[in-house]
């Protein structure tokens, strides 16, 4: 069964980056948009951005010009490179592709 899997989260202090991975279990994820969400204590899971299959992307408002999101499809993998992470960035982030979405990787970022 096709799954995703997040990794690359953790303590980062205000002003440092980070960069999320999702690898994909099937290429068969290669065929469709992918995109990163993100949950932060209390509040709705809400979108962040948007990489179609030909490399495409779509940034919330939020995050623009600070997040980059790309995918390697040879490597079945999905990226969110984040800069300059301020604390309302602080979140569960998660992808989704084909309806499936991973377990997420936390981010916290605090002094």
């Known amino acids: 069964q096709e799954h995703l899997v997040e990794s690359g989260g953790g303590l980062v202090q205000p002003g440092g980056s980070l960069r999320l991975s999702c690898a994909a279990s099937s290429s068969i994820f290669v065929m469709f948009d992918m995109a990163w969400w993100r949950q932060a204590p209390g509040k709705q899971r809400e979108w962040v951005a948007r990489v179609t299959k030909s490399g495409s992307t779509n940034y919330a408002d939020s995050v623009k010009g600070r997040f980059t999101i790309s995918r390697d499809n040879a490597k079945m993998v999905m990226y969110l490179q984040m800069n300059n992470l301020n604390p309302e960035d602080t979140a569960v982030y998660y992808c989704?592709?084909?309806?499936?979405w991973g377990q997420g990787t936390l981010v916290t970022v605090s002094s």
């Open positions: 989704h592709a084909l309806n499936k």
